[in-house]
């Protein structure tokens, strides 16, 4: 988990300036109503900053997709004792890992400074609107998830839509039957995302209810209450963890499926050579992976729109 560095920006300082320089931070707006905690507004308040973290890590993307393609070069040609699929393969990698870095370093100082500033905002906004400490309180620590949202659930989100796309047009390259069998994955994962988003939405709404008590819990220091709501905690956390293993347990059986058919239709692909079999599989491989990081985007967003019912509900 990133470690927050707080950046303060320079009224009217460019938001895509370098980031490994840090710049004062913006006075803050003056807040009317609860419409500015709705992403839209806090993404319009904030674009430049976050489109240009999305710029970075839709290259990085890119780079990754193509590794499996450089990985199949590289072993065909040395196979046949050439040199430039190597060459390649170490261009592909250093870019990757050049992009990667800088996108890191940027979007931790960015969305750092982002929830500096909206944790601001939400806190004098529902203190002035009357609402109590201890739930100001939870919710501040909530509000995190409305930065995560932008930081951690659109980047898994584009990362799942490369992942899923791009390995199924690059698989395509190679043979039409290995994508009727990724595709026919989709059917499954589509029943089963279904199902637990609603699952998880009422298990989040359960959760936060608990811990927007927590405060009230530990000043009234009685032992009794405080033990019931920690379990109380522990048993919706371990409710939404079953809820994950679940759902994806069903969809690993679904996966091992594709993985045998995939193998053993590229095993019979005409004048296959080794270097094709690994990028296919290493292809098939991101596709899953894509598929696998659809139920922690799930409950991030069932989260999140529980969150932000309670923001916009201020009693």
């Not at 003056?30 to 976050?50: C, E, K, M, V, W």
Request: glycine content about 4%.
């Amino acid at each position: 988990m990133p470690i927050d560095i707080p950046v303060i920006l320079r009224a009217g300082a460019d938001p895509v300036s370098s980031p490994f320089k840090s710049s004062p931070s913006p006075r803050l707006r003056p807040i009317s109503d609860n419409s500015s905690f709705r992403l839209q507004t806090l993404f319009a308040q904030n674009r430049l900053r976050i489109l240009a973290t999305y710029t970075l890590f839709t290259i990085e993307n890119l780079l990754r997709l193509a590794q499996p393609f450089a990985l199949g070069w590289a072993i065909n040609d040395l196979l046949t004792g050439k040199l430039l699929g190597i060459g390649v393969l170490v261009a592909q990698h250093i870019l990757h890992l050049v992009v990667s870095l800088t996108r890191q370093v940027y979007d931790t100082r960015t969305f750092s400074s982002i929830y500096s500033d909206l944790a601001t905002r939400m806190i004098v906004s529902q203190r002035t609107s009357g609402v109590d400490v201890s739930r100001v309180t939870a919710r501040a620590t909530l509000s995190r998830e409305f930065v995560e949202f932008f930081e951690r659930s659109i980047p898994m989100l584009m990362k799942v839509g490369f992942s899923v796309a791009g390995s199924v047009i690059m698989l395509a390259w190679y043979d039409g039957m290995i994508v009727a069998c990724c595709l026919g994955l989709l059917i499954p994962a589509a029943l089963l995302s279904h199902h637990y988003s609603r699952l998880t939405r009422r298990l989040s709404r359960g959760l936060h209810d608990e811990l927007e008590r927590e405060v009230d819990v530990i000043h009234s220091r009685n032992e009794i209450d405080v033990r019931r709501h920690f379990d109380e905690v522990a048993r919706w956390r371990i409710r939404l963890s079953n809820a994950e293993a679940i759902n994806f347990g069903l969809m690993e059986c679904f996966i091992l499926a594709a993985i045998v058919a995939v193998l053993f239709r590229a095993c019979q692909l005409p004048a296959v050579q080794a270097g094709d079999i690994f990028a296919v599989f290493r292809y098939l491989m991101l596709l899953l992976l894509g598929l696998d990081n659809l139920p922690r985007l799930i409950q991030q967003v069932s989260r999140l729109r529980d969150v932000s019912s309670r923001l916009h509900n201020p009693a």
